[in-house]
């Protein structure tokens, strides 16, 4: 079966403007989770969607912010970018809860 | 709240050593807990998990990992390293019925020939 999709897989983008980042889950997998990873913070949890509700969110600004679309597909969205958000974005699937994440390859987001 | 910590940001051994990346947890209830391998310019790829039963658990590619309450660990082991074994190895923890993963700062490890 196919894995989870993330595009672009790079990116690069000047401070100030904002970005959207798109996963696709693995067909049936109804849950979506978004995860930052830098060399200083590690992987840190952004935020998780079911059927289109965003269910859990972490400690991140409001600059970034996402959705869920009926097929499951997601989109995260940072705007304003700071040079602080350069980060590998990773994208997670599963049936429902985290036990069974399948990540994908991640998007790797450069602000310069 | 819950924590991973994971000893050692770096572990080098030879091939056909023992790898062993050692992980302990916080956490305010009895926790799942995850190991991860990621090779570079991946994603992360689920090695093994412990949920409940059985406290040594047995995961892909040979690794193996045992829960130690009386310990708050959850070491990952593997007998005979192999090259390919070469990667960065994370810990995670998290909540039954939780939906998110709280990440240790990962180990890399380095095989020598």
């Known amino acids: 079966k196919a894995g989870v999709t993330q595009t672009p897989r790079y990116l690069i983008k000047t401070r100030g403007q904002q970005v959207t980042l798109s996963c696709s889950p693995i067909s049936g997998h109804r849950s979506v989770s978004w995860y930052q990873q830098t060399p200083g913070q590690g992987l840190q949890f952004l935020f998780e969607y079911f059927s289109e509700t965003q269910r859990n969110k972490g400690n991140f600004p409001g600059r970034f912010s996402g959705r869920q679309f009926s097929n499951s597909r997601s989109e995260m969205n940072v705007s304003t970018l700071e040079l602080g958000d350069s980060a590998l974005y990773l994208c997670?699937?599963?049936?429902?809860?985290?036990?069974?994440?399948?990540f994908g390859s991640g998007t790797r987001l450069t602000v310069v | 709240a819950q924590s991973v910590t994971q000893l050692g940001s770096h572990v080098s051994v030879s091939e056909g050593a023992l790898v062993l990346l050692r992980c302990n947890y916080s956490s305010s209830v009895p926790p799942y807990l995850f190991w991860y391998v990621q090779y570079p310019n991946q994603g992360l790829q689920l090695l093994l998990k412990?949920?409940?039963?059985?406290?040594l658990v047995k995961g892909i590619n040979g690794f193996e990992a045992e829960f130690k309450k009386s310990e708050t660990s959850f070491h990952l082991t593997k007998p005979s390293a192999h090259m390919s074994d070469a990667a960065e190895y994370f810990c995670?923890?998290?909540?039954?019925?939780?939906?998110?993963?709280?990440f240790g700062t990962g180990t890399r490890l380095t095989v020598i020939p």
């Open positions: 412990y949920t409940t039963g059985a406290t």
């Open positions: 995670a923890v998290s909540e039954p019925g939780a939906n998110n993963l709280f």
């Open positions: 997670a699937s599963s049936l429902e809860q985290p036990l069974d994440y399948t």
